[in-house]
């Protein structure tokens, strides 16, 4: 069983590389003030910084959307002052006035309508979430009109990817300019951004002077790298690691629940995952009570579907629990039979499945390591690979993998369409296992085209019992987000959206 992992050795190394990197908050600026600075630690490197194709536009306070969602997952206005809905499929925002890029140019319908262009262009996904079938420019005013009815189309706005940018800049990739509290000083691949505060930052200029936003997958560094005084702000922290966050008088942890879902993502085109019956089995296995409390230390809760059980649609039916002795029925109906080294077998060839994990949410291993465990004791082999760039892995090498532990955001933006039509539809970007549920499918689209809010709800449950009975997934916890805090720091803590990292009202002592 999973128990706390032994991290001295970890601790001596790091201590060895890292004692000396204290982060320099008391640098003077040319005036002989003292400029503030801060430093966060994030566990998924980004290979660009295109708030087009990347979250960490948002996230660090480059560039912003029309609208956002509040603390408890409203729409609310951002670029946009207000909106309006004049028929089914057209919308209307009226912009702020006063805000700029970073350039010093102004941001205006034009300009909006200009930045949507090339987000439907260069992100395909994005596109087909947001159905947009025309642009209509006047002034500070833009009107989007979709090729359906879209009730859901101000939730998707809320989307990091639809961030305002000005599209003309040089190098969008590494470089982009955004609207937001912070422009870019220089950004090195998958290493770190350096930003420097926007002083004509439409929402009062940032507290901050500089902030400087680093990548490390491993959990155990970034837990170290906060102790150490390298970094403020440390995110996706293991369990096992917060004693002595939690013991030190400088440092604090903060656990807030999330949107999202631990799960173990079947592979639908896997001929040994064909059988419900064996995708059944394996999710008997999954002891979600165990995961919680010893793998995540309390700090998640049980999932019985993808949605949290906060939310109104998250369904009524719970899974059934954890059951070893039923799971191996279902198996030896399925035609496996143990052999001679206790190894369940069918037609003389065991069961092996290829398990794929990632290290960027430190708790995912341990969850690939566990399930391990618990296959073995039935008979079943899984080998783990360990991935650095997961997403690209599954969709590349569709044939080299059975199972993954995943995580994904359900209802970010407080609505569970979204995850209908990205996770389980044929063309879904976070469908790598290529599920395909007809059933499922069309009741999808009808939700995408029903406005009255009770019988989405009605729809959304149906699709979660849909889910269950089929199981294309094995859903395991709704984790906590957890994160390690300088005291130095004031006026920040995390949402549960994950969203908006770096903001003009945080503030350093």
Not at 315 to 325: I, K, V
């Amino acid at each position: 069983m999973l128990k706390k992992v032994v991290l001295f050795m970890i601790f001596t190394i790091f201590f060895a590389v890292a004692v000396g990197c204290s982060s320099d908050s008391g640098a003077k600026t040319s005036g002989g003030n003292e400029e503030k600075s801060l430093t966060l630690l994030y566990s998924f490197a980004s290979k660009t910084i295109d708030p087009h194709q990347d979250a960490m536009g948002v996230r660090s306070g480059i560039s912003e959307t029309l609208v956002r969602i509040d603390g408890d997952l409203n729409i609310q206005p951002w670029l946009a002052k207000s909106w309006e809905q004049t028929d089914e499929r057209t919308w209307t925002f009226t912009l702020r006035d006063g805000i700029t890029f970073h350039d010093g140019s102004s941001v205006t319908g034009e300009t909006v309508k200009a930045s949507f262009e090339r987000l439907l262009d260069v992100n395909t996904a994005i596109a087909s979430n947001l159905k947009i079938e025309s642009i209509e420019a006047n002034g500070q005013e833009i009107t989007f009109v979709t090729s359906q009815e879209h009730p859901a189309f101000i939730s998707e706005l809320v989307h990091t990817h639809t961030s305002v940018i000005k599209v003309d800049a040089e190098n969008i990739s590494e470089k982009p300019i955004g609207t937001g509290p912070f422009k870019v000083i220089n950004f090195t691949t998958e290493a770190e951004i350096n930003l420097e505060r926007y002083e004509g930052y439409w929402d009062g200029a940032a507290n901050l002077d500089k902030v400087t936003v680093k990548f490390n997958t491993d959990g155990n560094v970034r837990a170290m790298a906060l102790q150490s005084g390298e970094v403020d702000i440390a995110y996706h922290l293991p369990p096992e690691a917060l004693s002595p966050i939690e013991n030190h008088k400088n440092l604090r942890v903060e656990s807030v629940s999330s949107l999202r879902v631990h799960f173990l993502l079947y592979n639908a085109q896997s001929p040994l995952l064909q059988d419900l019956k064996v995708r059944k089995a394996l999710d008997l296995l999954v002891n979600r009570p165990v995961s919680v409390s010893e793998i995540m230390n309390g700090h998640g809760t049980a999932a019985h579907g993808p949605f949290h059980p906060d939310f109104a649609f998250a369904g009524e039916n719970q899974l059934e629990g954890y059951n070893p002795e039923k799971a191996e029925a279902l198996l030896k109906e399925a035609g496996y039979e143990r052999n001679e080294a206790g190894k369940l077998a069918k037609d003389g060839e065991t069961l092996t499945l290829t398990l794929a994990t990632y290290q960027g949410r430190p708790e995912i291993p341990l969850m690939a390591q566990y399930f391990q465990g618990e296959a073995a004791n039935l008979g079943i082999d899984v080998n783990i690979v360990t991935i650095e760039s997961i997403d690209s892995y599954l969709w590349e090498q569709q044939d080299k993998w059975d199972i993954v532990t995943y995580s994904n955001l359900t209802a970010p933006r407080g609505d569970g369409g979204y995850f209908f039509n990205v996770a389980y539809l044929p063309e879904g970007s976070l469908n790598p296992g290529q599920i395909n549920i007809p059933e499922l499918n069309e009741l999808t689209k009808t939700l995408n085209v029903t406005s009255d809010p009770d019988q989405r709800v009605a729809l959304k449950k149906k699709a979660v019992s849909m889910i269950q009975q089929e199981v294309p997934q094995s859903f395991i916890l709704h984790p906590h987000i957890i994160v390690g805090v300088n005291e130095r720091v004031k006026n920040w803590s995390p949402g549960s959206e994950e969203y908006y990292f770096i903001t003009n009202k945080m503030d350093v002592e």
